[in-house]
């Protein structure tokens, strides 16, 4: 019925949303259901696109995909890892508490219990910077040294600047091709290694000579060898006696190889003995 200019809406008697015509004409009756208004979004809402929260079927999620050249692409394997920063990673991931307690390791060569405690978790870090370390020590050391020497002496002192160079060609040659072999000679004597851990245990033995450098500051030839001697022995046991447990399965040339090993690090002390402190003016 019509009262002014306003619509009255007699016997509610439709449910939905959709006005329904009732039979007497001019009026029409409307029912919502009361236990959907208060409710959002309704529980039972049909008719409607299911699963709203997620993409549209035809949407484009190219930038939502890993790109192919990225570490969590999972196309990303084989031999082109080795060339990424996410496959050096793990060997970098250690605390300054994991290095100082390896370095105190190499300290005492007598333990033989290096690669046991490294061997879940070789790492990379300590043996590179102990390689750069030895690099400017061996450069800088060695240069005061024939400083001081032609300074005692009243006589003309030039730089030497190849003393960087050679410091860096060897103690990153050896800690890099000396552990490459070893592992290949491991390998032929199916002997257990791995070259991570190789490479972890080599970078660690060179830390003696740090403060072996160091001392040799002090002017008196036979001090300089008897602290070179020291610390190619010191390094030389660490690196036989923690690969002796994991050489002794190669046969009967175990010890061969084990002497090998020994001489091999004792002569580079001598070499840095020979090269880097053997002064002539």
Aim: aromatic share 14%; glycine share 6%.
């Amino acid at each position: 019925m019509m009262s002014g200019n306003y619509t009255t809406i007699d016997n509610q008697n439709v449910s939905g949303s959709v006005p329904a015509v009732s039979d007497s004409p001019g009026q029409v009756s409307v029912k919502f259901n009361d236990t959907s208004l208060q409710t959002f979004p309704p529980s039972g809402a049909q008719g409607k696109i299911s699963a709203a929260a997620g993409p549209p079927r035809d949407a484009d999620d190219t930038f939502s995909k890993p790109a192919s050249g990225s570490p969590e692409s999972p196309s990303s394997g084989g031999w082109f890892k080795m060339f990424t920063v996410a496959a050096y990673r793990p060997y970098f991931d250690v605390d300054t508490s994991d290095v100082l307690e390896r370095i105190k390791d190499s300290l005492l060569p007598f333990n033989g219990s290096f690669n046991e405690k490294t061997a879940n978790n070789p790492d990379l870090y300590g043996p590179f910077w102990i390689c750069t370390t030895l690099i400017f020590v061996a450069a800088s050391i060695g240069t005061f040294v024939t400083y001081l020497a032609h300074k005692l002496q009243h006589k003309e002192w030039n730089y030497d600047i190849n003393l960087v160079t050679w410091s860096a060609g060897v103690f990153y040659g050896y800690v890099l091709i000396v552990p490459l072999c070893l592992y290949v000679i491991l390998k032929y004597f199916s002997a257990p290694s791995t070259l991570v851990q190789l490479f972890c245990l080599y970078g660690y033995s060179l830390f003696v000579f740090i403060p072996a450098m160091c001392l040799s500051v002090i002017p008196v030839e036979l001090f300089r060898w008897v602290i070179t001697g020291v610390a190619g022995i010191m390094s030389a046991m660490f690196v036989a006696l923690n690969l002796r447990n994991h050489i002794v399965s190669a046969g009967e040339r175990w010890f061969l190889i084990v002497v090998g090993i020994f001489l091999l690090q004792l002569a580079l002390s001598f070499v840095l003995k020979l090269y880097l402190f053997n002064v002539s003016v």
